[in-house]
């Protein structure tokens, strides 16, 4: 079982920054492809960015360029550094452990979301 918090979400201005930090609990972080969804209300969730144990990463193409993924093993921890932000980035973000592949169909969660709002 893996627990994920998020943090960092907020207010910001068309063009400004923020960092977004999901902490997981539980054991095998390495094991698992970490990625950041958004959704906004009455539509699907969607891919942002995902990034492997080894670093590879994928990006939606509206986000690439501006936002950045990235994860610490040692600190179970992913981030999404997003700049240049804009109003169309206003979203819900929900961060994602999938180990699938390695450890099982049960083995995909998520956190609670974190709501990033850009706007003047």
């Known amino acids: 079982q893996v627990q994920l918090v998020e943090s960092g979400g907020g207010l910001v201005q068309p063009g400004g920054s923020l960092r977004l930090s999901c902490a997981a609990s539980g054991s095998d972080f390495s094991l698992y492809v970490m990625g950041w969804y958004r959704q906004a209300p009455g539509k699907q969730r969607e891919l942002v960015a995902a990034i492997t144990s080894d670093g590879f990463s994928n990006y939606d193409t509206s986000v690439k360029g501006r936002f950045t993924v990235s994860r610490d093993n040692a600190k179970n921890t992913v981030y999404l550094q997003m700049n240049s932000l804009q109003p169309e980035d206003t979203n819900v973000y929900y961060c994602?452990?999938?180990?699938?592949?390695?450890?099982?169909?049960?083995?995909?969660?998520w956190g609670q979301g974190t709501q990033v709002t850009v706007s003047s």
């Open positions: 994602n452990a999938d180990g699938r592949v390695r450890l099982g169909p049960h083995a995909d969660y």
